[in-house]
């Protein structure tokens, strides 16, 4: 059983940055594809990014590309997510995924994943 925990989230102006983390524990953690999604009120669940493994391309929803960067650390079992030029938009409660390997084509489908975090709120505003 693998378990997600999210943290890092906050209240922050337009334009600022936050990092947010996710520890994993339990399961593979080297081989899992890992994600991050994001739900606003109101809205369904959408792809923020996603990584197969260490050393293979991240992947990112349009709406974030330049701005976001998520990372991972298999020492640590964690993956991160640099959230840079924030919006207003991109409020949000922010979940960390795993899944077992996922081709690419799958990466972006919330259905696909195995195990989710409980999600932490992250707020743009001024």
């Known amino acids: 059983q693998v378990q997600l925990v999210e943290s890092g989230g906050g209240l922050v102006p337009p334009g600022g940055s936050l990092r947010l983390s996710c520890k994993a524990s339990g399961g593979t953690f080297n081989t899992a594809t890992m994600a991050w999604f994001r739900q606003a009120p109101g809205k369904e669940r959408e792809f923020v990014a996603s990584n197969r493994r260490s050393g293979e391309n991240t992947y990112y929803a349009d709406s974030v590309k330049g701005r976001f960067t998520m990372s991972r650390d298999n020492t640590e079992s964690a993956v991160y997510l640099q959230m840079n030029s924030l919006k207003p938009e991109d409020t949000a409660v922010y979940y960390c995924?795993?899944?077992?390997?996922?081709?690419?084509?799958?990466?972006?489908?919330?259905?696909?994943?195995?195990?989710w975090g409980r999600g932490t709120q992250v707020t743009v505003s001024s």
């Open positions: 995924a795993s899944a077992r390997r996922l081709i690419l084509s799958a990466l972006g489908m919330s259905s696909m994943y195995d195990y």
